[in-house]
């Protein structure tokens, strides 16, 4: 499967971005779906991840309240709307794939396939 990310742009602190991740494989309904972020310098961190369904969701601490992940598999796409943001946000931001995930998994090693990325940066 090739994910192709999209959305990422510059923002000022407290702006909203929505962040889109596009799939070419047939069966994206039968991937576990999450985004993942990497700033300068640091490692790459859990963002939030959906389940195949869209009916469950899990986030990072630092993007609870703010982040929502959601999915449209009639469309192969999965988005990450980003409210509040603030300059600790920016970061190339990436959406991964894994179908045989059963849980939603923080780790990044467990997700199989990756878009390129997507930079979002936050101005204060």
């Known amino acids: 499967v090739q994910l192709q990310a999209s959305g990422g742009g510059l923002v000022q602190a407290g702006g909203s971005l929505r962040l889109s991740c596009a799939s070419s494989?047939?069966?994206?309904?039968?991937?576990?779906m999450g985004w993942f972020r990497q700033a300068p310098g640091k490692e790459r961190e859990f963002v939030g991840a959906i389940s195949r369904s869209g009916g469950s969701e899990v986030y990072a601490d630092s993007v609870k309240g703010r982040f929502t992940c959601s999915r449209d598999n009639a469309k192969n796409t999965v988005y990450l709307q980003m409210n509040s943001l603030k300059p600790d946000d920016t970061a190339l931001y990436y959406c991964?794939?894994?179908?045989?995930?059963?849980?939603?998994?923080?780790?990044?090693?467990?997700?199989?396939?990756w878009g390129q990325g997507t930079l979002v940066t936050v101005s204060s």
């Open positions: 494989g047939r069966t994206f309904r039968t991937y576990v």
């Open positions: 991964a794939a894994d179908w045989r995930l059963r849980t939603l998994t923080s780790t990044p090693s467990e997700y199989d396939y």
